[in-house]
């Protein structure tokens, strides 16, 4: 299931960014998000006069209405962390009868055996998923969905709005930083697979502080998906930095330089929750290494 969930975050984000066309100039999506973008940043420009400047105001207003969300979702993963520990003494007994079937079923080779095995596991996952429920946790991967859907229109119509400018055409003409904003730019390109891979490094790392994760098989197996994306996110949007104009490109930077803080702040307000299990254990093995020596 929490496979099926980090595949529909890489769908979702493939799809806002390719499956409406940046020459659109009509529809729903274009006459609620990208016109009110395309718009906002041209009222934003008569002000400040610096194109490259309305980008980065623009989105730091965009990500600013967004960061409430993404804070309640720290605070919520750290109340659920709270609450895995509560769970974790079922979830054992039904991981290991889980474990236990998997051993099992390498031994069969009765294909009826082999599917009434497969029956029991289905049935013990969807167990596990009710002890989700009796104790108001859930794995990250849940939590992190909801922030990612409701900014993505949003961030989407900003990108759509910097490929396509038609209130703010004249953006493709101007320069920041002696970079022209409506051409490709190389320096730009490196700049945000940089940002990126150090967004992924700090998110990667936010979810191997949390000790519940190291104890749950789970968990453990989205950690080792989440390490792939931290690669996939800077190689995608680095192509669609290469195959656009700088100015979308300073737009990702920007973006990326916000989620840092964002991720900062909220480890900050919300640090990991370390559950007291873990801290028993751990004093545990120190004493016993002690008593060794």
């Excluded at 320069?175 to 945000?192: A, D, H, M, Q, T």
């Excluded at 453990?220 to 192509?239: C, D, G, H």
């Excluded at 979308?248 to 991720?263: A, D, E, K, T």
């Amino acid at each position: 299931m929490k496979k099926y969930l980090l595949y529909a975050y890489i769908l979702t984000l493939t799809t806002m960014l390719f499956g409406c066309s940046a020459q659109d100039s009509d529809g729903f999506f274009y006459n609620t998000f990208t016109k009110n973008m395309d718009v906002f940043l041209a009222y934003i420009n008569n002000y400040i006069g610096v194109w490259g400047i309305s980008i980065i105001i623009i989105t730091l207003i965009v990500k600013g209405i967004i960061l409430p969300f993404m804070l309640k979702n720290y605070k919520k993963q750290r109340i659920s962390s709270m609450n895995m520990e509560r769970a974790k003494p079922e979830l054992d007994i039904v991981q290991e009868k889980i474990k236990q079937l998997r051993e099992s079923e390498k031994r069969v080779f009765s294909n009826d055996e082999r599917m009434k095995i497969r029956m029991e596991q289905a049935e013990l996952q969807r167990e596990i998923f009710k002890i989700y429920k009796k104790y108001d946790c859930s794995p990250a991967i849940f939590g992190n969905l909801i922030p990612i859907l409701i900014q993505a229109p949003f961030v989407t119509g900003l990108y759509f709005t910097l490929q396509n400018p038609i209130y703010s055409k004249d953006i493709l003409n101007s320069s920041f930083l002696s970079i022209s904003l409506g051409e490709k730019s190389y320096i730009i390109l490196i700049l945000v697979f940089i940002v990126y891979m150090v967004v992924g490094k700090i998110s990667q790392s936010m979810m191997q502080a949390n000790p519940m994760a190291q104890t749950n098989p789970e968990a453990e197996r989205m950690q080792n998906m989440s390490k792939n994306m931290v690669w996939i996110t800077p190689i995608m949007l680095t192509f669609i930095t290469y195959t656009s104009i700088a100015a979308i490109g300073i737009y990702f930077i920007v973006s990326g330089i916000l989620v840092i803080f964002q991720i900062s702040l909220g480890r900050k307000l919300y640090p990991p929750y370390i559950p007291k299990l873990t801290t028993i254990k751990s004093k545990k093995v120190t004493k016993n290494k002690l008593v060794k020596r």
